[in-house]
């Protein structure tokens, strides 16, 4: 089974310190995307890319930056952290292969992040 | 554009009862259409999917019919144990190069 493996479950960082999320899948899937879950919101895609050093913005990528430098690898980049970052953040993956119907995701476990 | 309607709940059942989870789509084309779980603290996991109409997807003891003519997608299952407490979504998505689209959610709460 494709594993999706995000590095810290519960991460508390200060108003104003950059941010790493990082993102390991580890079945050679292109297609990789970052999400953040609010209550009563929803799931929102902040960034995806579908290849090695691609990146394309999603419904709400301000104050976001994301890396792809290895096609395992899908990194989340908060360059200023606020409050109103404090969130869930999901990590998913995907075959871009036709013959695979359906297309879904694979996500990983979240990381809840806390910004004060 | 596309989009995913399912009733948002909180539903609330005893072990043992039927569950219906409603959703329906809107979409051009032909879309593939999921079910997602997710459990306290923890991210999605997929619990079945179907790819045309009139497909069955199935898992867990849950079921859904990709209905075309409805553009319906419930999610059915006969007998919920408390183990099935969780955040339902349906899904849709076209191609391996459409995002997949979620809808709102739908709390379940079984109770013994």
């Known amino acids: 089974d494709v594993k999706v493996t995000q590095s810290s479950r519960y991460l508390v960082k200060r108003t104003g310190e950059k941010v790493f999320l990082e993102c390991v899948q580890d079945m050679d899937h292109e297609n990789m995307f970052w999400y953040r879950q609010d209550p009563g919101l929803g799931l929102r895609l902040i960034y995806f890319?579908?290849?090695?050093?691609?990146?394309e913005k999603g419904d709400i990528p301000e104050g976001y930056s994301v890396s792809r430098e290895k096609k395992e690898r899908f990194s989340l980049i908060l360059e200023s952290a606020s409050t109103n970052q404090t969130s869930m953040y999901l990590c998913?993956?995907?075959?871009?292969?036709?013959?695979?119907?359906?297309?879904?995701?694979?996500f990983g476990s979240g990381t809840r992040l806390t910004v004060v | 554009g596309d989009s995913v309607t399912q009733m948002e709940g909180p539903v609330t059942l005893s072990e043992e009862a039927f569950l219906t989870i409603n959703c329906t789509y809107t979409a051009t084309g032909y879309p593939s259409l999921f079910w997602y779980v997710q459990y306290p603290g923890e991210g999605l996991q997929l619990l079945l999917k179907?790819?045309?109409?009139?497909d069955k997807g199935s898992n867990k003891g849950f079921e859904a019919t990709y209905r075309k003519e409805t553009t319906s997608f419930h999610l059915e299952k006969g007998s919920v144990q408390v183990s099935d407490s969780a955040v339902y979504f349906c899904?849709?998505?076209?191609?391996?190069?459409?995002?997949?689209?979620f809808g709102p959610g739908t709390s379940l709460s079984v109770i013994p």
């Open positions: 899904a849709l998505t076209r191609t391996s190069y459409d995002k997949v689209i």
């Open positions: 998913a993956s995907r075959t871009a292969s036709t013959w695979d119907l359906g297309y879904g995701y694979t």
């Open positions: 890319s579908y290849d090695v050093k691609m990146k």
């Open positions: 179907a790819t045309k109409a009139d």
